[in-house]
Nanobody, 113 residues
Framework: QVQLVESGGGLVQPGGSLRLSCVAS????????MSWWRQAPGKERELVAG????????HYGPSVQGRFTVSRDNDRNTVYLQMNNLKPEDTAVYYC??????WGQGTQVTVSS
């Protein structure tokens, strides 16, 4: 079955960087677009970034445009989210999403001094 496993979250100071990874299994990774979402306490889950199956097309939520970069390595069945210039409002659980409404378990990102 589809499995998505995120990693790379943690505590970082404002202005810092983190790179999240999501390793996928159980489907032909290169056939599907992938996306990153996040959910902060008391808020709805929001789209952070998406990437097409071959990585030729990407899109971003307005709050992260210009600071975050989504990429993928189809040989490693992995999608990445490079997050730069992090702000306290980026604090959330970050989720990887794939086909058939599949979701990872999430990884916590906390931006605080």
């Amino acid at each position: 079955q589809v499995q998505l496993v995120e990693s790379g979250g943690g505590l970082v100071q404002p202005g810092g960087s983190l790179r999240l990874s999501c390793v996928a299994s159980g489907f032909t990774f290169s056939d599907y677009s992938m996306s990153w979402w996040r959910q902060a306490p008391g808020k709805e889950r929001e789209l952070v970034a998406g990437i097409s199956n071959r990585g030729l097309s990407t899109h971003y939520g307005p709050s992260v445009q210009g600071r975050f970069t989504v990429s993928r390595d189809n040989d490693r069945n992995t999608v990445y989210l490079q997050m730069n210039n992090l702000k306290p409002e980026d604090t959330a659980v970050y989720y990887c999403a794939g086909p058939s409404d599949s979701w990872g378990q999430g990884t916590q990102v906390t931006v605080s001094s």
